[in-house]
């Protein structure tokens, strides 16, 4: 899902970068399955590795999964491409098979059968952690009924990175991924999602970001929320504010790239829109029109949406309204 980009920065802090040199030292000298003893874990057999991938910055990658892409028999990848460039830059050569959403059933079934007998698999994504909102879990619950050994190897994560940063509670919080990308299914969501008080983490596209921010505002009222954008990227950046003051700022300069959305609770008392009376259908296209620079047809089919109603009893309505 979250691409990588060949970004490096400077290493902070000289423990974690000379081990870093010392990993990438051994696998460019030579560090694969063919030099080291299988998986040196001591497990015997098939195993499944969930290997996580630097979401950005090329060197958010731990040691343990450096070892493990460099001893595996096979890479399973969301993107052979977008792996290969991860695996250049440690100096890893390594066999590599696709497995993506549009594969994942007859890939799995493969997989499995390479893994009965006894090939150390790694499995990982584009970006990020396997089967978090990336492909993986059919996989991984094949593994399960085939008694396969699955083994995580933890590491970046955008939800957890944007939630440590973005001064918003912690203590709680759920992990929404991504929204249905139809305005009715997405306000149907939302409006499910309105009475937590724990902090909500999603994932959203930029040129969804308007009309998610616009739907949340309606229905959660001006809650505190961060847009984190490009994380660990060269770009990376963390807008804050109440959801009604982003909307503003994503209005007048859109933002690009890979983007996490976090919305916090509500204050008690605190009054959504949606909790108050529904205005007249011709009072809330011109709103409408006004918000989002649209025109009176555009607006009253943003309307019908977010009132469930066919474009045909809308325009009834409104000239009822009239």
């Not at 399973?76 to 497995?99: M, P």
């Not at 997405?186 to 970001?209: C, D, G, M």
């Not at 690009?256 to 011709?282: C, F, K, M, Y």
Request: aromatic share 4%; charged share 25%; proline share 5%.
């Amino acid at each position: 899902m979250r691409r990588a980009r060949s970004v490096v920065r400077e290493t902070r802090g000289k423990g974690a970068a000379t081990a870093w040199r010392d990993g990438r030292d051994k696998l460019a000298a030579g560090m694969d399955a063919s030099t080291v003893p299988a998986i040196s874990d001591g497990r015997k057999g098939g195993c499944l590795y969930l290997v996580a991938t630097p979401i950005g910055n090329l060197e958010d990658i731990t040691v343990r999964a450096l070892r493990i892409l460099g001893e595996a028999h096979l890479i399973a990848c969301e993107d052979t491409r977008q792996t290969a460039k991860l695996l250049h830059h440690y100096n890893i050569d390594k066999k590599t098979v696709s497995y993506h959403e549009h594969n994942e059933m007859t890939r799995a079934a493969e997989l499995v059968m390479r893994l009965e007998e006894g090939a150390k698999v790694a499995l990982v994504t584009d970006a990020g952690t396997p089967g978090i909102s990336d492909p993986g879990h059919h996989l991984i619950s094949l593994c399960l009924r085939h008694h396969i050994p699955i083994v995580p190897i933890p590491g970046p994560s955008a939800v957890i990175a944007a939630l440590t940063a973005s001064g918003l509670p912690t203590e709680e919080f759920l992990f929404v991924g991504f929204l249905p990308s139809r305005s009715g299914e997405r306000r149907k969501t939302l409006e499910r999602l309105a009475p937590e008080a724990r902090t909500l983490v999603l994932y959203e596209s930029p040129h969804r970001l308007v009309d998610t921010l616009a739907d949340a505002l309606d229905l959660f009222g001006r809650r505190p929320a961060v847009i984190a954008r490009e994380l660990t990227k060269l770009h990376e950046e963390f807008l804050r504010g109440d959801l009604a003051e982003l909307l503003v700022r994503v209005r007048q300069h859109a933002p690009r790239g890979e983007i996490t959305l976090l919305i916090g609770a509500g204050t008690p008392g605190q009054i959504a829109a949606s909790d108050l009376p529904v205005a007249p259908l011709n009072r809330r296209v011109e709103q409408i029109m006004l918000e989002r620079n649209l025109d009176r047809k555009a607006a009253l089919k943003t309307v019908a949406r977010e009132r469930g109603l066919s474009k045909r009893e809308a325009y009834k309505q409104l000239l009822t309204d009239r």
